[in-house]
């Protein structure tokens, strides 16, 4: 094969790679081990709300006490969670599939942290870091729980309705 066929072989197998490799540097972001994808904690309080502003599902948001404050979870809590995610099962099927966006809220003087779980096409140019992923129904795919670090426990899970 010729230099000049090669090159744009070359350059189409970069962009594969590319789309191959978790973008975990991003200011935000946090690996998750579960699944090939990401998980990215909001720290933005006006991103934050918007999460909390589901239009398919309760969220603390729409609860009268739910939300008095955010604060910002650490690697330690982001961690522990990710390693409790199967305890969502059944009723969330495959949890850790799901892209999550975790925002810490603070509700009746507790620390918690609310998932917001979503399934996006590959080619969406969304950053989840700093955009709110927002979904009117959608089905399964997109979910929401409540995470209480200091107890290991989730509540409050509710999926989106569907299409």
């Not at 090669?6 to 200011?27: E, F, I, Q, W």
């Not at 081990?33 to 999460?51: D, F």
């Not at 979870?73 to 099927?93: N, V």
């Amino acid at each position: 094969m010729t230099a000049r066929r090669s090159a744009p072989l070359l350059a189409l197998c970069l962009v594969a790679l590319a789309a191959c490799t978790p973008a975990n540097t991003r200011p935000g972001s946090v690996p998750t081990a579960l699944k090939a994808g990401q998980s990215w904690v909001v720290t933005r309080p006006l991103v934050a709300a918007q999460v909390l502003d589901t239009c398919s599902r309760d969220s603390p948001a729409r609860q009268a006490d739910g939300v008095s404050g955010y604060w910002a979870p650490g690697r330690a809590q982001i961690d522990a969670l990710e390693s409790r995610l199967a305890q969502l099962q059944p009723a969330i099927a495959e949890p850790a599939r799901s892209g999550r966006q975790y925002v810490g809220f603070i509700a009746q003087g507790r620390q918690l942290i609310y998932i917001n779980a979503f399934t996006l096409p590959d080619h969406e140019r969304i950053n989840p870091a700093r955009e709110a992923i927002r979904v009117c129904d959608g089905g399964d795919g997109f979910w929401g729980a409540v995470y209480d670090p200091q107890s290991g426990t989730f509540s409050d899970i509710a999926r989106n309705g569907g299409f």
